[in-house]
């Protein structure tokens, strides 16, 4: 009987996303309750990519659950009622049908909104159901009498040997404790507060956090009620276009276009409420574009496509969406009223030019009315005249999702900010228009949140364009740095068998710099400053050997710095002669394998390093400061500290700057080596040969009389920077 659940799901969803991608998503809702039926984790994290179907998955886990005994679930999702109608409209379609087999046909799952479990009448039909063996699905809305409603019911109603599934949708939303980094207030929020007494008075609640931007979750400490006990990675499926696909470094795939940083002036709402003219913006040219897109779209496959939608993110605040939404049905009306002039006119001409603007970019000519007679200027005009305008968010308006729903124009401009961040799938999107980067609230997480174009969307990519401002692109590509060493980090620790999934929490460093030709350098930080306290590391482009280290050197370091002496070349460093030896970029340098010794002695990773951008592709200079005949000496410090570099001169860098004749006449110090001209661009190994000479790390006078070899690197990049968690404030 139980496996009606699993079968059930396997039915509709097979058709739906293909088998590969059902088998994918049962096979991580197996080794979720797998990590739970076997240890005392409850509370897990799964985390998915920005639109990719976290819907299906946690669809998946619950038929799953389902089919292992769990007799109530909780979906709690979306902080209105269009959200959370949404889930429970999956809910009902997967589920609501679902009949015995036998005697009555009666519904094998009850389903329940949580606003009932306020309702006294609704309440005593649930309690009434509970004594029989159909399971509960409530969809709950994530506000504060309703989760009071769920906390209450899970805790005086539903019976202590019950097994419980509750999934967070979005949980990196709402959940966490905003208060946690604020000074002088120990009380959490209420919503957090509320799910994690609820946790609290259960043993047997599997806690399922779903989100495709967890960094919130990851950084929180590890002692926080919500910080997950483990995560789970969902695989994308087939046609899935994201940060990969959108925000590579080289726009392969012609996706974006770039908005001037001044055309949001024209968005701004003047003493006089005046409405300015937007025939000559990019606003302008990406509704041309969206137009001539859908036209082709629609006439090329009718069958599959008889709506489309454009997206414009441009403000934030509610009278802001409707000065836009009005700036745009002008501009409608103005290209309508040109498009009934004479042909010969110089109105119509201002009609087809605008039809040019997007046209171009698809078919990579202009239109000329001559080549159809105008044929396609009228297929265009009715267009124009089809396309529907909405402004959600916006009181005055009372748009909402439910009208976008129930929109039958075949062509639509979605005008909104908030709302279209999180929860809203817009499905046949083809264009949108991003202008808006709020550096007042820089986090990644946001951002991201931001990328409605993010999906399945393989058919209609040929079509798709992207505007966006530099800024806002250059952030994108920062978050795809960020994305892909996230990524890959996942991968690598859910390879290893028996994972401590808080200890490798605790290593993650999130990347969130990047060091090209981008113009603008990211300000993002991963999520709010108030929900995590979050360390900041920078990783120095200049890392040398601090400590003193009580080992043998190995015969392969002896043999190297022979090597170094018998086949380098001479260099000459001001008054200084200096061994190099050269290589051609890193993995050239690595089959020396000496590369160990320089890690291990700087206590850095590879991974490290290649933070640094363009790092494999840079060229390698071991330099040689001195052999052990010339007898050089170090000495250990009370602390265990050790100064490696000489001291060198005293010249200033902005000197050496101002006058090249300095790198012939002055040796420029240690640390000055990479100076000189022969080393630009390239990345500076200097490796040092000495004796111990007192042995104060003892509290001895003694010399240690101890050969040791040092180890310093530097990488000609800017610093980079990561963040990580910080248990403690």
């Not at 990773?605 to 071991?622: A, C, G, P, T, Y």
């Not at 001291?647 to 006449?665: P, V, Y």
Request: proline share 1%; net charge neutral.
């Amino acid at each position: 009987m139980e496996n009606i659940y699993k079968e059930n799901f396997i039915k509709k969803y097979i058709n739906k996303i293909g088998d590969e991608s059902v088998n994918n998503i049962l096979d991580s809702a197996e080794r979720i309750l797998n990590m739970v039926n076997n240890s005392n984790n409850r509370k897990g994290l799964l985390i998915g990519k920005v639109q990719s179907g976290k819907t299906s998955n946690f669809l998946g886990i619950m038929s799953l659950a389902l089919s292992q005994g769990y007799k109530y679930i909780f979906l709690i999702g979306g902080k209105d009622d269009q959200l959370r109608n949404q889930n429970t409209d999956r809910i009902k379609e997967l589920f609501g049908n679902l009949k015995s087999e036998k005697g009555l046909k009666t519904k094998l799952v009850n389903i329940y909104n949580s606003s009932s479990l306020n309702e006294e009448n609704e309440l005593n039909e649930i309690r009434t159901k509970m004594n029989s063996n159909k399971p509960f699905i409530f969809s709950v809305l994530k506000e504060t009498k309703n989760l009071e409603n769920f906390s209450n019911f899970i805790k005086d109603e539903i019976p202590a040997d019950e097994k419980i599934l509750v999934i967070d949708d979005e949980g990196d939303q709402g959940s966490l404790d905003n208060n946690k980094t604020k000074k002088n207030n120990s009380e959490k929020t209420r919503w957090n507060n509320i799910i994690s007494q609820t946790l609290k008075s259960r043993s047997n609640i599997l806690f399922l956090t779903v989100t495709g931007t967890p960094y919130a979750n990851m950084l929180i400490p590890s002692d926080e009620d919500l910080s997950p006990d483990f995560f789970q990675s969902t695989k994308t499926g087939k046609g899935y276009m994201g940060l990969d696909f959108f925000h590579n470094s080289e726009d392969e795939n012609n996706v974006l276009e770039i908005i001037s940083e001044t055309e949001k002036d024209v968005f701004k709402i003047d003493s006089e409420n005046t409405l300015g003219d937007i025939y000559n913006t990019k606003l302008a040219e990406a509704i041309s574009y969206y137009i001539n897109a859908s036209i082709k779209l629609i006439n090329d496959d009718s069958e599959n496509f008889q709506k489309t939608e454009m997206l414009v993110h441009a403000e934030r605040k509610k009278n802001d969406h409707k000065h836009i939404l009005n700036l745009i049905n002008k501009l409608k009306k103005d290209v309508l009223n040109e498009s009934y002039e004479d042909f010969n006119s110089y109105s119509y001409t201002y009609f087809l030019d605008f039809i040019n603007k997007g046209y171009k970019k698809i078919y990579g000519t202009e239109y000329l009315w001559e080549s159809d007679k105008g044929y396609y200027t009228e297929i265009f005009k009715e267009a124009l005249q089809e396309l529907s305008i909405i402004a959600i968010n916006s009181s005055d308006y009372g748009k909402n999702l439910e009208e976008i729903k129930n929109n039958n124009s075949c062509l639509s401009i979605i005008v909104g900010a908030d709302l279209l961040e999180r929860g809203i799938t817009i499905e046949n999107l083809l264009t949108v228009y991003f202008s808006r980067f709020a550096k007042s609230t820089n986090n990644a997480d946001t951002t991201l949140q931001r990328a409605r174009w993010f999906g399945y969307r393989e058919k209609i990519k040929h079509l798709i364009k992207v505007y966006l401002t530099e800024e806002i692109a250059d952030a994108f590509f920062a978050l795809k740095c960020l994305e892909d060493n996230l990524w890959e980090w996942i991968e690598e620790v859910e390879l290893k068998e028996n994972v401590n999934f808080k200890e490798e929490l605790n290593d993650l460093k999130l990347n969130l710099s990047f060091n090209n030709d981008k113009k603008h350098k990211t300000t993002l930080i991963p999520t709010r400053k108030t929900v995590a306290f979050v360390q900041k590391d920078n990783i120095s482009r200049n890392l040398s050997q601090k400590k003193y280290t009580d080992r043998e050197i190995s015969s392969f370091e002896y043999s190297y710095i022979d090597k170094i002496n018998d086949e380098g070349s001479l260099e000459i460093y001001g008054t200084e002669n200096k061994m190099t030896l050269s290589y051609k970029d890193w993995e050239d340098f690595k089959k020396e394998n000496i590369y160990i010794y320089l890690l291990r002695n700087l206590d850095i990773s590879e991974k490290d390093l290649q933070r640094f951008e363009n790092f494999q592709n840079l060229s390698v200079k071991i330099v040689l400061m001195n052999n052990f005949k010339d007898k050089n000496y170090r000495t250990v410090y009370s602390d265990g500290k050790i100064q490696l570099e000489g001291t060198g001169s005293d010249i200033s860098l902005e000197k050496i700057k101002a006058n090249k004749n300095l790198f012939k006449t002055k040796y420029l110090g240690d640390r000055n080596v990479k100076f000189y001209p022969s080393n630009n661009g390239k990345i500076i190994i200097q490796i040092y040969c000495f004796n111990f000479k007192l042995n104060k790390f003892l509290n001895s006078e003694e010399e240690l009389n101890k050969k040791g070899i040092g180890y310093s690197i530097y990488v000609p990049s800017e610093a980079s920077t990561v963040f990580f968690r910080q248990n403690t404030n």
